[in-house]
DNA sequence: CTGAAAGCGCTTACAG
DNA sequence: CTGAAAGCGCTTACAG
């Protein structure tokens, strides 16, 4: 407030020095050019339509912003240009749990692929539907245009205000049928590694359920049903068996394996990997060995759990890496994009995963297995 | 190019319709309540400084912008201030790997505490010095001011050129020494987790070491050493196995188990819970029970592992969410960030993990244990 | 207390 | 081929 002299030289020392350190901008670039800005954006951009810079000028330019170390503003140019290639991902938490994190990855490689940034935003389960708009109006203050919502598991979402009608549901289906999802396609998954336990001569299949992941618990039972029936099986109620998706929800095998002989599993099909990890212990905990007095497999191929259990066991894929890069395509309307998919009849997009098999998986023998008849 | 009056109709139309689309601005807000910009900009952004805007004033403006559903558009604001609330959270991969994963979900939570944005850019593991420094470029080009650099797992790295000096890097160190580093304080956990086992009663205990984590790996032996000496006991080399930190790592404990009697060890610390869990199959192999024959703890509390393995194992949890939090308060300057963490001789701040007791401990006994003359 | 005006760093018709 | 000028949506001295 004094302004005396001295406090104006010590201002003017702090601007110069501001001046001096501050990133260089295209002004500068075009002045030590010798050009217009409008001239120096025209060939730092690449534009051509039309333009013919000669070569001599852009030369001149490029020399230029070599020089003084020149790095667009994006901010800038994309208030100019009303347009950022930005990409929003909000997410309950995929990023930061093991399971579907493929799907991260996959989606911001293919959108660095594009050009595009993705933003990616956390929310954390079960986040209030009012913490999720917020976090939403927060991307949409930063002018993001588009939007995926990634789900740590596959299940129904009630889609937050504020999203965009383009905007792409991954892992999820979004109630309302107003919007596009991507999911796993969860009951040809179930069918396929159901019916490698019936080709390899399993006759009693038991499925060990979750009973809290409504849409693709569901699914994966029909697929499970669905390789019964085509193999002229029976659906049997009693070894069906609704648990909990974790290690010791596997352990409810254990009243299975207490059941007479003749009315006994030979295999057993378990919704998702951890709950096969149980049920590996059950089995062992009764002296069953896996797979010669007891078949398993499971589903998820989840990383440090599948592949490192003893046997390493046989189960199905996920399409994380697909449906991440399909998100991105979908939401940037890449032209062929759902060229490889199946046609959705219900607007949700269902996509394969793989069998993997591994060695928890042989014929049925001894007093558990029942030699089929055709073998 | 024709340009007829029928196209122009058609044009004008367009231009109508986004005009009547388009996110309403501070200036229409400004118009629908009767101010100017500078007013509506003044009460919106609640700045006071000496400025007094009559309530009725301050409503009207408020009422408008609601009525409109009007939001600020950040990049403008931005370019204005000359400031984006954004902070660079580069990474080798840490938000895809289930490892070091609350550290991301801490950091992002800890961001937004102070109202800012975290731009997460994933790398993958030994991405070029290239290609980070292009990802750096890229957040330096969207105006971001501070940056993180994120390991998976703790590691000494080169710093990528165009990072600023006041970058803190996570779970990895920064050679070089001009940068501030937060990693886990490996020796204490090490340390720690040890002296349970000596407590127990274990006078001989293994080190099952990975050979490929030269900074982990050295500091946990460290701990090791110093737990062993503190107790006047003395390290033997032969139960000092190196292997690597995967769960067939761990088998390499039969080796020591079929040692004479009196050479076997009771006990063994291993270098993550991937080795432990191998050490426990190879335990079972042989016919050994955790932990009434052999005692086994591990390092790291990884998700999915080391609380589901059967028994629970005892182990070190990576103090992950402590250092994402610290970490932004350092790059944001928070007065008082360092109060709680213990000075760093080195620059480098290493944070205590903590002894999660769970169930593989238990005093040595039988052929295996050497009661201690002093219980 | 309030508004006109400048300007952040770009791009883009438009005119020469 | 090239430049002057306008303008994206804000904030902020500055003047009334």
Redesign the pocket.
Known sequence: MSGGPREGRALFQEVKRLATT??????DVAQAA?????????V??N?REG????DA?RHRVQQAAEDLG????I???S????TTRTIGFVSDEVTTTPFAVGMLAAAQDEAARHGYLLFVVNLGPNAPLALQEQAIDQLAQHQVGHFIYGCMYHRVVDPPAGLPADAVFLNCEASGGRHRSIVPDERQGAYEVVKELIEAGHRRIAFLDDHRHPPASRLRFNGFRAALAEHGLEYEPALHLETTPFVRGGLVLSDLIDLPDERRPSAVFCYNDRIAMGAYRAARARGLRVPEDLSIVGFDDQEFIASELDPPLTTVRLPHREMGRLAIQLVLDEPGALDDVPESEDGVIRIAGELVRRDSVAEPRGAWGQRTPSS
Chains 1, 2 share one sequence.
Do not use: C, D, E
């Not at 333009?51 to 000669?54: F, G, H, K, L, S």
């Open positions: 501050r990133r260089p901008t295209l002004k010798g050009v217009s800005t409008t001239t120096a954006s025209v730092l951009t534009r333009v013919r810079v000669p000028t020149y790095r667009p503003n901010l800038a140019r208030l100019r240009t009303q």
